[in-house]
């Protein structure tokens, strides 16, 4: 790749998994309906655009593998080729390639030149022969038509220099040329196909001027765009070079001196004095520029650039990164300006200080609003997944998808994939049953995976279903005893919900036997411990012979959360409102002994009771006999922590305990309260398993 398109790297990148991703969806519904030609037609131009920006970029490997796969496209959209199973089987493996390609350019890796799957590409292609098909060109065309778009920026501003140039053209003989060029709409790297349109031209004559300015194309990847050009080059030759670059829409040349046509416009360059120009007023009057505005006409800098609306921009998410952590930081600060300005009796000072809680709480909000993305980002890989991964294991499995508008946090998002993953794969591996099997329990051959996405209060809800086999609790308490993992006297005590909580184990699973996909005993413990680890939870619900169902409780973000900061001997430490259920007061009289735990009766609920000064080996300063009880949700039970005092209501920035420390079990990190104090902030999940 040139050094001149080094620049335009990452937005390539951007653009391609763009495209990867949604034709990776319309790849796995084309399978399932053969017929549709919009999802065909959808396919193609992504096929084409992948080729038409991956030659610009000069990944020629990736298009030509691109081209070749849009040239099997191309005949099953005109229905030269019915689509079958092979076929697609191909395509697919395609897409895989290309796929790998990209994410190797991401990370500067070479990509190697896929011979062997062209010429099984080319094959394919070269069996339609006999049916009447028509052998496309192997290499990459260019585009040669010209679709005339009327979208035109007419205003062009040169300088004196540029003039001069211009003038100095045609007196030496050479033609003095306006070409035009349209980008194609849907284009996603504009910039770059001007920077490669550019560089081609100049190669038949002297670059007198870009409009917009080259470096203003570079900012705001404008959709037309001009380039003055001397050159004694044919107009044809021209347009030709510019159509070169894929994704050019329109080329439009006009002769403004030399041979004369009717449709031509022409500089009057002969009456041009660049002295007098030169002398003219610093600043002209405005005048409207057109192309019939003769070259001499136009006044020397005047700002004549067209409007450029841009509804959307690319930003790198390190850099919303290291912005939420500026606010995170201005928060915090925030924080501590309220707190000190609490001392003194200044109304002007606090009604400025309101203000500025109030900027930083809208920018704070603003930021949060960004980071969202809605969960298809992540749940648009899984029909691929699902269909690869049943076909392996000969089942036949349709996955449904619900909710996937509902947003997360960037970084939550990214968190939960693997899990998902995961449990994907044991519903295929373990709950789906061979399709014989669901025959002759009276089901469907076909069984059915469900995604869904709900929100819950500040929570989202993620459940996976399926409806196969389901989990059968003796299996599971046989398999817990055999390894060691419980007691004959625990088994017999133990629920059915219980047992099936054991496949969260380490080290647990019953499989029969070990399978690429699962059966190893890794897996669902990491899962319950990566969902714990973004401060959520996860609970399994399964009936056997009807299916199971697990449901993941995630907060919306990490950054920045609401927390009720506690005081427990001595020390402050801040609960996470999304875990906590209420708080109250009670009498020591209240507490009830409950196989040898402490307990307490709250409307006709009995709620275990944690000392969180006695778990962190602290002495209490409580004297009185009443205690404060922070009742918080604990996979689906309430659990009530005595705390000493309540100290407030707080928002609060997560920040690390560092490398040193880690992620110490019980503490999602740590934070700084409104008097300046370091606070850790508890994670009732991983506490509480420790104890319950």
Same mark, same amino acid.
């Given at each position: 790749?040139?050094?001149?398109?080094?620049?335009?790297?990452?937005?390539?990148?951007?653009?391609?998994?763009?495209?990867?991703?949604?034709m990776?969806?319309?790849?796995?519904?084309?399978?399932?309906d053969?017929?549709?030609?919009?999802?065909?037609?959808?396919?193609?131009?992504?096929?084409?655009?992948?080729?038409?920006?991956?030659?610009t970029?000069?990944?020629?490997? /990736?298009?030509?593998?691109?081209?070749?796969?849009?040239?099997?496209?191309?005949?099953?959209?005109?229905?030269?080729?019915?689509?079958?199973?092979?076929?697609?089987?191909?395509?697919?493996?395609?897409?895989?390639?290309?796929?790998?390609?990209?994410?190797?350019? @991401?990370?500067?890796?070479?990509?190697?030149?896929?011979?062997?799957?062209?010429?099984?590409?080319?094959?394919?292609?070269?069996k339609?022969?006999?049916?009447?098909g028509v052998?496309?060109?192997?290499?990459?065309?260019?585009?040669?038509?010209?679709?005339?778009?009327?979208?035109?920026?007419?205003?062009?501003?040169?300088?004196?220099? =540029?003039?001069?140039?211009?003038?100095?053209?045609?007196?030496?003989?050479?033609?003095?040329?306006k070409?035009?060029?349209?980008?194609?709409?849907?284009?996603?790297?504009?910039?770059?196909?001007?920077?490669?349109?550019?560089?081609?031209?100049?190669?038949?004559?002297?670059?007198?001027?870009?409009y917009?300015?080259?470096?203003?194309?570079?900012?705001?990847?404008?959709?037309?765009?001009?380039?003055?050009?001397? !050159?004694? *080059?044919?107009r044809?030759?021209?347009?030709?070079? @510019?159509? *070169?670059?894929?994704?050019?829409?329109?080329?439009?040349?006009?002769?403004?001196?030399?041979?004369?046509?009717?449709?031509?416009?022409?500089? %009057?360059?002969?009456?041009?004095?660049?002295?007098?120009?030169?002398?003219?007023?610093?600043?002209?009057?405005?005048?409207?520029?057109?192309?019939?505005?003769p070259?001499?006409?136009?006044?020397v800098?005047? @700002?004549?650039?067209?409007?450029?609306?841009?509804?959307?921009?690319r930003?790198?998410i390190?850099?919303?990164?290291?912005?939420?952590?500026? $606010?995170? =930081?201005?928060?915090?600060?925030?924080?501590?300006?309220?707190?000190?300005?609490?001392?003194?009796?200044?109304?002007?000072? *606090?009604?400025?200080?309101?203000?500025?809680?109030r900027i930083?709480?809208?920018?704070?909000?603003?930021?949060?609003?960004?980071?969202?993305?809605?969960? %298809?980002?992540?749940?648009?890989k899984?029909?691929?997944?699902?269909?690869?991964?049943?076909?392996?294991?000969?089942?036949?499995?349709?996955?449904v998808?619900?909710?996937? %508008?509902?947003?997360?946090?960037?970084?939550?998002?990214?968190?939960?994939?693997?899990?998902?993953?995961?449990?994907?794969?044991?519903?295929?591996?373990?709950?789906?049953?061979?399709?014989k099997?669901?025959?002759?329990?009276g089901?469907?051959?076909?069984?059915?995976?469900?995604?869904?996405? !709900?929100?819950?209060k500040?929570?989202?809800i993620?459940?996976i279903?399926?409806?196969g086999?389901?989990?059968?609790?003796?299996?599971?308490?046989?398999?817990?005893?055999?390894?060691?993992?419980?007691?004959?006297d625990?088994?017999?005590?133990?629920?059915?919900?219980?047992?099936?909580?054991?496949?969260f184990?380490?080290?647990?699973?019953?499989?029969?036997?070990?399978?690429?996909?699962?059966g190893?005993?890794?897996?669902?413990?990491?899962?319950?411990?990566?969902?714990?680890?973004?401060?959520?939870?996860?609970?399994?619900? !399964?009936?056997?012979?009807?299916?199971?169902?697990?449901?993941?409780?995630?907060?919306?973000?990490?950054?920045?959360?609401?927390?009720? /900061?506690?005081? $427990?001997?001595?020390?402050?430490?801040?609960?996470?409102?999304?875990? /906590?259920?209420?708080?109250?007061?009670?009498?020591?009289?209240?507490?009830?002994?409950?196989?040898?735990?402490?307990?307490?009766?709250?409307?006709e609920?009995?709620?275990?009771?944690?000392?969180?000064?006695?778990?962190?080996? *602290?002495?209490?300063?409580?004297?009185d006999?009443?205690y404060?009880?922070?009742?918080?949700?604990?996979?689906?039970?309430?659990?009530?922590?005595?705390?000493?005092?309540?100290?407030?209501?707080?928002?609060?920035?997560?920040?690390?305990?560092?490398?040193?420390?880690?992620?110490?079990?019980?503490?999602?990190?740590?934070?700084?309260?409104?008097?300046?104090?370091?606070?850790?902030?508890?994670?009732?999940?991983?506490?509480?398993?420790?104890?319950?």
């Amino acid at each position: 790749m040139s050094n001149d398109l080094e620049e335009y790297k990452d937005i390539y990148i951007n653009d391609m998994r763009d495209h990867l991703q949604n034709m990776n969806r319309s790849l796995v519904e084309l399978e399932q309906d053969t017929g549709n030609n919009d999802l065909i037609n959808e396919i193609f131009r992504a096929a084409h655009t992948i080729k038409g920006n991956s030659a610009t970029m000069e990944y020629n490997e /990736v298009a030509h593998l691109a081209h070749e796969m849009e040239n099997l496209l191309d005949k099953i959209r005109n229905k030269e080729i019915d689509i079958d199973q092979p076929i697609m089987d191909v395509i697919f493996e395609s897409f895989d390639v290309i796929e790998s390609m990209i994410e190797a350019i @991401a990370e500067n890796k070479d990509i190697i030149e896929q011979k062997e799957l062209i010429e099984k590409l080319v094959s394919v292609l070269d069996k339609t022969q006999t049916n009447g098909g028509v052998q496309k060109n192997g290499g990459i065309q260019k585009n040669g038509g010209i679709q005339k778009n009327d979208d035109k920026i007419g205003e062009i501003e040169l300088s004196i220099d =540029e003039l001069r140039c211009a003038s100095k053209a045609v007196e030496s003989g050479e033609n003095v040329y306006k070409i035009t060029v349209t980008i194609d709409a849907g284009c996603g790297l504009k910039s770059a196909k001007a920077t490669i349109v550019i560089r081609n031209l100049e190669k038949f004559g002297d670059k007198i001027a870009v409009y917009p300015p080259e470096t203003t194309i570079k900012e705001t990847n404008p959709g037309t765009f001009h380039v003055i050009l001397a !050159s004694n *080059a044919d107009r044809d030759i021209l347009k030709e070079s @510019a159509l *070169a670059v894929s994704e050019i829409s329109d080329v439009e040349i006009k002769i403004f001196e030399g041979e004369k046509e009717d449709e031509t416009e022409e500089f %009057d360059l002969d009456s041009l004095d660049i002295e007098e120009v030169a002398q003219e007023s610093v600043t002209p009057p405005v005048v409207q520029v057109t192309e019939n505005t003769p070259l001499n006409k136009i006044p020397v800098n005047q @700002a004549a650039a067209p409007t450029l609306t841009i509804q959307n921009i690319r930003v790198n998410i390190h850099q919303l990164d290291i912005l939420m952590n500026h $606010v995170g =930081e201005l928060l915090i600060n925030k924080v501590g300006l309220e707190h000190t300005i609490s001392k003194y009796d200044s109304p002007e000072l *606090a009604e400025s200080v309101g203000h500025l809680s109030r900027i930083v709480e809208e920018l704070q909000e603003d930021i949060m609003s960004i980071r969202m993305i809605p969960v %298809d980002h992540i749940f648009s890989k899984y029909p691929r997944i699902i269909r690869d991964l049943s076909r392996s294991r000969g089942k036949k499995v349709k996955l449904v998808v619900e909710g996937g %508008d509902i947003e997360l946090d960037r970084t939550v998002l990214d968190g939960i994939n693997d899990p998902l993953v995961h449990i994907l794969r044991n519903s295929i591996d373990h709950g789906i049953e061979m399709p014989k099997e669901r025959l002759a329990a009276g089901k469907s051959d076909e069984g059915i995976v469900k995604l869904k996405a !709900s929100r819950e209060k500040n929570h989202v809800i993620i459940e996976i279903s399926d409806d196969g086999a389901g989990i059968n609790p003796d299996i599971v308490m046989k398999s817990a005893l055999s390894k060691g993992v419980i007691s004959e006297d625990e088994a017999a005590a133990m629920c059915d919900d219980e047992l099936v909580s054991l496949i969260f184990l380490p080290g647990f699973s019953t499989a029969a036997t070990v399978s690429d996909i699962s059966g190893r005993g890794v897996g669902m413990d990491v899962v319950k411990r990566d969902i714990e680890r973004l401060g959520g939870s996860i609970k399994t619900y !399964s009936t056997p012979g009807e299916g199971t169902r697990l449901k993941l409780k995630l907060p919306l973000t990490l950054a920045i959360i609401k927390g009720l /900061v506690v005081k $427990v001997a001595g020390q402050i430490y801040v609960l996470p409102l999304n875990n /906590v259920f209420e708080s109250i007061k009670i009498h020591k009289d209240q507490i009830k002994m409950v196989d040898k735990k402490e307990t307490c009766l709250i409307r006709e609920k009995v709620i275990p009771l944690v000392r969180l000064s006695e778990l962190f080996e *602290a002495k209490s300063n409580l004297s009185d006999d009443n205690y404060f009880v922070v009742i918080v949700e604990h996979e689906e039970r309430l659990v009530g922590l005595m705390v000493d005092e309540l100290v407030g209501q707080q928002e609060v920035v997560i920040k690390s305990l560092g490398r040193s420390l880690g992620r110490l079990p019980g503490f999602a990190g740590a934070t700084i309260i409104k008097s300046g104090t370091v606070a850790l902030i508890l994670d009732i999940n991983s506490l509480l398993n420790t104890l319950l």
